[in-house]
């Protein structure tokens, strides 16, 4: 009866820990932010930075995030995988900075004339949608997907850089 009872608690203790980690992941908030960093006559680099927001009470463990750009429904580009894990404090926050995606030129077909212009000054700038994907590991069992799509805005700064 003894094993029976401490086998028990141990059980619900775990599972306990694990609704509780699953509520945490959803409480997870990214923010996506871009910018063009390079135009060439065969690609355009984009810097993205992502900023992590853990507004729960429980540290998060988090792969590097991949982020894919769309744009119209049709993917223009992504960022490369990077197997490196990050550690997101309890009541805390993190960005990462300087994930790159480089879009090649045959992949600029419907988005040319917006580029153009962007380039001539275009206030409302050029609106992409960026995915961002990551996995919580909660230290047991299967890491948690985490996926949040986003519109982004990509618009020519104040010093004329896009």
Do not use: C
């Amino acid at each position: 009866m003894w094993k029976l009872l401490v086998g028990g608690g141990l059980v619900a203790g775990a599972g306990y820990y694990l609704l509780r980690l699953r509520r945490t992941s959803h409480h997870l908030e990214s923010i996506t932010t871009a910018r063009i960093h390079h135009i060439s006559f065969k690609d355009i680099i984009i810097r993205i930075d992502v900023k992590l927001k853990n507004p729960a009470g429980g540290a998060l463990s988090l792969k590097y995030p991949f982020v894919r750009l769309t744009y119209k429904g049709r993917s223009i580009g992504s960022s490369q995988v990077a197997d490196r894990n990050i550690t997101l404090p309890p009541h805390g926050e993190t960005s990462i900075t300087g994930i790159t995606i480089t879009i090649p030129l045959l992949n600029l077909t419907g988005l040319s004339k917006d580029l153009l212009k962007l380039l001539k000054g275009n206030p409302q700038g050029i609106v992409l949608q960026a995915v961002t994907i990551t996995e919580i590991d909660i230290g047991i069992g299967p890491a948690i997907p985490y996926e949040k799509t986003e519109s982004i805005t990509l618009k020519k700064t104040a010093d004329g850089a896009a």
